[in-house]
């Protein structure tokens, strides 16, 4: 059992100065304001504000490799499918070794900006050839990246078959995602086991890389190991065009034919929607990850966060590429990006985006969490709130000064579980992250260099 004693916390209550905190067993077993009385002598006093952990509910670690990267005129790509022709350059090198220490590295970065839990939206399942592993080399390789890093995963188990409607094979670096058909994925992903920081979950690539019946399988895997269920949804207006021309129907009707939609779904992206797929997500009750800086770096568009909450999907965030990692950065963009294309302001408030960061994204990938009351995940983070960042006058208004001005970079302390993962803005496990990535990315550059030359000549 352990105890702090937050000096002020974001609970159900709003913002309470003064709040014990007590954990057992690795859950919250109080939390309640001390008021006048005195601070408990064993108790670690949080100076600044105390939040739930962060939930990042859509993640590719492995492209944090590309940050940098692709943004210059000749070596970035004109759209989305330039840059993915380069994601698949790094895919298709990364062995399970590498892809450890870069998806280490990565999650100790989220560590560092307040991230508890991440949900990994996996596919670079098998050897460059295509072969499986004898075992599951990559999967593994995940989970132990994010024991060390101090991370809960999800890893989101994603079925990916196909290269779009026209059934055509897959081939270069993409032959490492598909398992051959939705029940070789589905024995592949039984491989695993649930663990205290560790849930499977599955994942549907999308409605142009899995066909109708594979869709089912993957549901049906998923509704009956009670598993979250993820999806890529109408993140290009393209993929729209191919699903209506294959089949006559949206992506979002065609997945609910599938039977995927649903409380347990999280829908990733969900731009470019008609007002009757924001109806459906709704209706479901189908959660929607929107992923702003990945968006807005990909030249996706907008997503209607504010017309989906008002329908009845939950929304959650995902640091996605990861060209950013910083959650606050991905709250405040929901409603920043709206604006721009509205020409109106306050659609979302301070608390609902904070909410989307911590309870729904907990609840997307299948953790009791994101709260500060008992019977919850003993996951929480401190924000010094002596940054310029967040320097200001008074308490009432200092939910929106965190939402809309907070960075990763002002958390000071992480606890993940009851145990401190990053305290004075360090990571405890890991030492220098910052040296970590450096190391990796130089080992992993010469033949990023050499996969990518084709690409820029």
Not at 216 to 232: D, G, I, K, N, Q
Not at 285 to 296: A, L, Q
Not at 302 to 314: H, K, Y
Request: proline share 4%.
């Amino acid at each position: 059992m352990s105890l702090w004693v937050a000096e002020l916390a974001w609970t159900e209550m709003g913002i309470v100065p003064r709040v014990l905190i007590e954990e057992s067993k690795g859950r919250l077993a109080r939390v309640a304001a001390l008021g006048d009385a005195p601070l408990p002598r064993e108790a670690q006093v949080l100076s600044g504000l105390t939040l739930p952990g962060l939930a990042n509910v859509h993640s590719h670690a492995f492209h944090r490799a590309l940050r940098g990267r692709c943004e210059a005129p000749k070596g970035g790509g004109k759209d989305f499918w330039d840059w993915r022709k380069r994601m698949f350059a790094l895919a298709r090198f990364l062995e399970p070794q590498q892809y450890f220490e870069l998806c280490r590295a990565t999650m100790g970065e989220m560590a560092l900006a307040g991230i508890t839990a991440v949900g990994e939206f996996h596919y670079l399942h098998h050897q460059r050839d295509g072969r499986p592993y004898q075992r599951p080399e990559m999967e593994e390789a995940l989970i132990a990246a994010a024991a060390e890093a101090g991370l809960r995963l999800t890893l989101l188990d994603t079925c990916y078959l196909r290269s779009g409607f026209n059934q055509a094979a897959l081939e270069g670096a993409a032959i490492r995602f598909s398992d051959g058909d939705a029940q070789a994925w589905a024995r592949r992903a039984d491989l695993l086991e649930d663990g205290p920081t560790f849930r499977r979950g599955a994942a549907i690539h999308s409605v142009r890389a899995v066909d109708a019946d594979s869709m089912r399988v993957v549901a049906a895997w998923a509704r009956e190991r009670s598993a979250p269920l993820h999806l890529h949804l109408s993140e290009q207006p393209e993929e729209n065009t191919a699903c209506l021309e294959a089949t006559g129907m949206t992506p979002t009707e065609l997945a609910e034919s599938c039977a995927v939609l649903g409380p347990d779904t999280t829908a990733v992206h969900a731009i470019h929607l008609t007002e009757m797929d924001i109806g459906r997500l709704g209706a479901t009750g189908t959660r929607v990850c929107i992923c702003p800086t990945t968006e807005r770096s990909l030249g996706d568009g907008v997503c209607p966060a504010d017309q989906l909450q008002a329908a009845g999907s939950p929304l959650c965030l995902g640091s996605d590429s990861n060209a950013v990692v910083d959650l606050f950065e991905e709250a405040s963009a929901i409603e920043l990006d709206l604006r721009l294309v509205s020409g109106r302001r306050a659609l979302l408030d301070a608390g609902t985006l904070l909410v989307a960061a911590t309870a729904h994204g907990m609840a997307s990938l299948g953790w009791q969490g994101g709260e500060l009351r008992p019977g919850c995940l003993a996951d929480f983070i401190t924000l010094d709130l002596a940054t310029p960042r967040l320097a200001g006058a008074g308490q009432a208004d200092l939910l929106p000064r965190v939402v809309f001005g907070a960075s990763g970079a002002d958390v000071s302390s992480v606890v993940v579980g009851g145990r401190e993962i990053v305290g004075s803005g360090r990571h405890l496990r890991l030492g220098s992250v910052a040296e970590r990535l450096e190391i990796i990315l130089e080992e992993i550059e010469p033949a990023w260099r050499a996969a990518t030359a084709e690409l820029s000549s």
